[in-house]
């Protein structure tokens, strides 16, 4: 039997999200808090209430610094600056909560594999298996400078030493320790079984790594993989590696091709559609009647501070808007970035998502669109109604962008998770298991057709 859409709750430890500005205005000033437990707790409590899938945490290493040179902007306007490191939320909110998954970003750029894998199953012991990964490649220059690099590495060339990466991991996750290896024999002395617990022995152009993993399998070895390219490489890597990706779909309509390309790429190679989860961004404002959230979106977007947000979109795309007119035509700016090294797949997200895409303005665009929290304004029946459509045209769930990443979460849980589980769209209840069982309904293991069961233990199995 298929399940309810699957639900993320977007978040970031950090003041600004994507809704640029708003932290000047009473309603956005609950956005001070970043930097403390108490609000994280009671936001993944009261999405334990509404019975949210996962949490899912975004996180970058550097500043958006290109937008006027050198980041004063996006630092001044405190966007996603600073950045509190996600990885050391994972266990307290896992401490508060039963059943809400976990997803933490990392970076292949700031972590070692082997030493993220060891704390990934770590902590996946600790919530009892229900962490997950959303593996990223940085698309900020400075990210790069952070870590050694003069600048951004290539883009398709990320995407390769994010496959290397994560084969160390599934070496790591999977192979290392077989079943059985865990004994507790008082007996013989033997709390593990030497004879099943393997070094891995990678070498490869980026890693050279020996192994054995040093943190004993965890509920579910490899963590649930979320990933959210969609470029070429990076739907190639998607349909190889994630478990649950992020289509750029702007509508429907653009879901439904995205969803079919998908489909696919997974088959050719060798995993069925239904082992990827594909799922689009769901931005609401919340009003008891239409107009009151139309008057609500008004006041959420006359206080967005429009240079933060260019300065935030030019990190993300490698342009540097601050010398590009916001009059210019949305199908310009998508034909000047595509062979970019940054995030490929957003203007041309944005421009196929427009039906003319040279009539709408970069400025038009930026103010009711792209990752701007409040995009759809409605009541919750009308919010119910818009989240049928994406079902209809086969997404998988949703990850949903809040006004405030803190505070915000009561009023969709009190107000349009009753309607969406009224119409059969959101679950009543969890699922027992791990995350993964809970949102695959079929175990604690990762499918039978994906990579990690290609991965093996010599260089010869890669
Ligand atoms: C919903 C969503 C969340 C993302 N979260 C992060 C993040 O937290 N950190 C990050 O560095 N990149 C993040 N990304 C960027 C992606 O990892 C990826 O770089 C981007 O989708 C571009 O991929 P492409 O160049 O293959 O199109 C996110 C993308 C989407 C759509």
């Known amino acids: 039997m298929s399940r309810p859409p699957i639900y993320n709750a977007f978040l970031h430890l950090t003041p600004n999200h994507h809704s640029h500005g708003f932290w000047r205005t009473p ?10 437990l108490d609000p994280y707790i009671d936001v993944v409590r009261t999405l334990e209430r509404g019975r949210i899938d996962t949490l899912f945490i975004a996180d970058v290493v550097g500043v958006y610094d290109l937008d006027f040179g050198d980041g004063s902007t996006t630092i001044r306007a405190g966007s996603q600056f600073p950045e509190n490191d996600p990885i050391t939320i994972v266990s307290a909110l896992g401490h508060v909560t039963t059943d809400l998954g976990i997803a933490v970003t990392s970076n292949i750029i700031q972590d070692h594999p082997f030493s993220f894998a060891r704390r990934l199953s770590s902590l996946d012991h600790f919530t009892h298996g229900r962490v997950a990964w959303n593996i990223v490649t940085s698309y900020l220059s400075n990210g790069f400078r952070n870590y050694g690099y003069d600048t951004i590495v290539g883009h398709d060339e990320r995407y390769a030493w994010a496959q290397e990466y994560v084969d160390v991991t599934y070496k790591l996750w999977e192979h290392s320790w077989e079943d059985g290896a865990v004994l507790h024999d008082a007996e013989t002395g033997r709390f593990f079984d030497p004879d099943r617990i393997h070094t891995i022995d990678h070498e490869g152009r980026w ?10 399998p965890s509920p579910q070895r490899t963590p649930v993989l979320f990933q959210a390219g969609n470029s070429p490489a990076g739907r190639d890597f998607a349909a190889r590696n994630a478990e649950v990706t992020f289509l750029p779909s702007m509508s429907p309509a653009t879901a439904r091709d995205d969803i079919a390309i998908l489909d696919d790429h997974l088959r050719s190679v060798g995993r069925t559609p239904d082992a990827l989860k594909k799922i689009v961004a769901l931005s609401t404002v919340i009003g008891s009647t239409e107009e009151e959230a139309r008057r609500k979106q008004e006041y959420f977007r006359e206080n967005i501070d429009f240079e933060a947000l260019q300065a935030f979109w030019s990190g993300g795309s490698g342009i540097d808007l601050s010398a590009v007119d916001p009059d210019t035509p949305l199908a310009e700016l998508a034909r000047r970035v595509q062979l970019g090294d940054h995030v490929q797949s957003i203007f041309r ?8 895409a040279s009539a709408v303005s970069w400025r038009d665009y930026l103010l009711s ?9 409605g009541t919750p029946e009308q919010i119910a109604d818009h989240v049928a459509e994406w079902v209809a045209a086969g997404a998988d769930g949703f990850n949903v962008v809040p006004i405030t990443t803190l505070g915000w979460w009561d009023e969709w849980v009190d107000h349009v998770v009753p309607v969406l589980q009224e119409r059969g769209l959101a679950q009543r209840e969890y699922a027992p298991g791990t995350l993964r069982d809970k949102i695959f309904g079929n175990g604690d293991r990762i499918d039978a057709g994906h990579r990690v069961h290609q991965v093996g233990l ?3 199995g890669v």
Do not use: I, S, W
């Open 27 to 36: 309603e956005g000033r609950v956005q001070y808090g970043y930097k403390d």
């Open 207 to 216: 890693y050279k790594v020996q192994g054995p993993h040093l943190v004993e």
């Open 349 to 356: 997200a944005a421009a196929d998502a427009t039906d003319d």
């Open 369 to 377: 669109n792209g990752l701007l929290p409040g995009k759809f304004a």
């Open 458 to 460: 010599t260089p010869a």
